[in-house]
């Protein structure tokens, strides 16, 4: 059984920052491509960033581009998630997502595990 752990929610003020991070306990690492989503209330589950297995190439939604910031430490087993500038609008659970294989398929596809998210508040 795959199963992203995350952590690293909370409620922070508008214009703040947050690092997100997750793992995938007693896998081999270096094989998935990771993924952030976020649900926001009353809305679906919508992707934020993806990063290669390899992790040289990454994919950002429009709005978190320049802001946001995804990692992958294959070293050290982790997957982050750099948030900052953040505004009332990132609210939501985020959810660290895998598959086995690379970013362009995981795009078109979507990812095969999930972990059970972490909540972000941003207060105006």
Not at 27 to 52: H, L, M, S
Not at 83 to 96: A, F, I, K, Q, V
Not at 102 to 119: E, F, R, S, V
């Amino acid at each position: 059984q795959v199963q992203p752990v995350e952590s690293g929610g909370g409620l922070v003020q508008s214009g703040g920052s947050l690092r997100l991070s997750c793992t995938v306990p007693g896998r081999t690492f270096n094989v998935y491509t990771f993924g952030w989503y976020r649900q926001a209330p009353g809305k679906e589950r919508d992707i934020v960033a993806a990063i290669d297995y390899r992790g040289d190439s990454t994919h950002y939604t429009d709005s978190v581009k320049g802001r946001f910031t995804i990692s992958k430490d294959n070293a050290k087993n982790m997957v982050y998630l750099e948030m900052n500038s953040l505004r009332p609008e990132d609210t939501g659970l985020y959810y660290c997502a895998a598959v086995a294989g690379p970013l362009n398929i995981a795009i078109q596809y979507g990812m095969d595990y999930w972990g059970k998210g972490t909540l972000v508040t941003v207060s105006s």
